[in-house]
């Protein structure tokens, strides 16, 4: 088979920052950031981007750019010995697809919702900024939503690389951006905005004596969050480097795609602060925020709330599906690296179906336990295992499917993922492994020192630091 490219650098880097921009950014970064002290929460996350972010995506796309294969695919060109490590990309890919349309299809669900109320028909059943909870206990219809995201999710990816994923993601993402301004400048409008910028741009580290969040509390929720929302450690941005044709600067690249990113989450975080400030909604309430709270803000908006409502939901629609298809992708690069490596002619469009109905099954329980809260169509784990509420780990997988799924992959294996790259790419293969693979565009490599001293010792002893606090916190 021949090996698919991207047609044009512009593309990749739509598909890569299409990847990168998801509910990481326009769920998890505003409500983390509200959860974790605003201002002192991004000052550690820019900190991060910089010194740990960047350097990984480098590494990732290099790597994935000098063996032209997937995440199995390149380990394995390096020794056998790191197959390990290609199935651990591919369970995180298990995982984080599953519980990731479960909740794009949650959000398809308000998209439609809010299309309903835009023609005057009713959309959320009835149940105003209540209908989150109501809708986590209708069983088919979380089923038939998921379905549904994971079906788009599929046809995209089936489509290929060029004609599917990077066609895709061409139109979407700068429609994305068009629509994220648009209701910036809608919000920055609204009395009592202010309070919103505010909360994230005045500097206030307070939070660091929390006792019960702190400084470290801080950093680890920056780290993961960095992590999850740049899409490394579980080979997907390898995957998507393997596509780039070996003239494209591959340094500018990995520069860009984390600077698109944190820009959208920031851009995410002056629609969402400021908009909830305005209608009186507070901000730091947790997960909730992308559903409740925001429900809450579009219906006490008045008249304009149902075509706002509708293109805030579709601009998270559009970021999240951008997102899934390169989760897919990396699942079924894994098995057409493993088909070529056996000889066989692979099927992509076989192989991605096959895919897609595994993860679809394997995250059943994450759509019907309705977050946890008891009573639902399927136990939520603890309650499953028999284990006693309060035990170890309780607190922190808030006893639902989708936190453990989260935590093994986002909180375990891609920390070990990015981790042991950096370690191989510093101490082992050594950095000029990707000096080389970078200067084949013909520019010189900048900032060598950098990169090596990153890839040696900052990006190491930063994912030393996750598995800790992730330990400390499961006994806590
Ligand atoms: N970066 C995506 C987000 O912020 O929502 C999530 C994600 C995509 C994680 C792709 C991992 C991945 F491979």
Redesign the pocket.
Known sequence: MKKEQWGTNFGFLMAAIG???????LW?FPYKMGKSGGFAFLVIYLVLVVLVGSVVMLGELGLGRKTGKGVMGTYLEFSKKHAWMGYMGVV??FL?LSF?CVLGGVVTRYMIGYAAQLVGAEGFAGQGADFFGYFLYSPLSMVLFYAIFMALTLTIVMGGVQKGIEKFSSIAMPALVAILVFIIIYVACQPGAVEGYKFMFKPDFSVFSNPEIGFFGVFKSAAGQMF????LG?G?MMTYGSYLSKKENLQKNALIIPLADTTIALLAGCAIMPACAAFGVDFSRGPGLLFVSMQTVFENMGGFGAIIGFLFYFLVFI??LT?SI??LE?CTAFQIDKDVIKGKEPNRKKISFIYAIAIFIFGLPVALDALGSGGAAIMAPFELLGLEAGGPGYAMWNDCWLDVYDLIAEGILMPIGALVMSVLIGWFWKTDIIKNECELSGKPFVGYKFYDFCFKFVVPVVMAFIFYAQLVDFFS
Do not use: T
């Open positions: 990847s990168a921009v998801g509910l990481g950014n998890g995180s890919g984080i990731y999850f929302s740049l899409s579980m997907c970021a999240a997102s390169s989760i990396v």
